[in-house]
C-alpha cells in the first residue's frame, strides 16, 4: 500500500475529502479483499507541456462480491525524475 501511495503527489488533493481521509479509505477498500484484478485497457496519453501529461484509460476492477469498469482521467507530472498522479477522475463508473 505504501508504494502504490507514494505514485501520489504531496500537492493531490482528492475531490470531497482531506487527503489523510481518502488514504485511509484507500488502504481499507485495498486491503480488505482476498484479491484483487485491474485490467487497463483504451490507455492514451498526451502531453500538453513537457513535463505533465494527461491520461485517459478505462479500467476493469474486480474482487470478490464487487466488479466494475470505469473510465478515468489522470494528469501525471514529472518530479524528480518520477511520475507523480496529480489529478485523478472517475469520469462513468458502471457496476
Not at 10 to 33: H, Q
Amino acid at each position: 500500500m505504501d508504494a502504490y501511495l507514494a505514485y501520489y503527489d504531496a500537492e493531490f488533493a482528492p475531490e470531497g475529502m482531506t487527503r489523510e481521509a481518502w488514504e485511509t479509505e484507500r488502504r481499507n477498500r485495498l486491503s480488505r479483499p482476498a484479491w484483487i484484478r485491474i485490467e487497463l485497457e483504451d490507455v492514451s496519453v498526451q502531453a500538453p507541456v513537457a513535463d505533465a501529461v494527461q491520461v485517459t484509460l478505462r479500467q476493469r476492477y474486480a474482487s470478490p462480491g464487487y466488479k466494475d469498469i470505469t473510465l478515468k482521467s489522470l494528469t501525471l507530472a514529472l518530479r524528480d525524475g518520477i511520475w507523480m498522479i496529480t489529478n485523478e477522475a472517475n469520469i462513468k463508473v458502471q457496476r
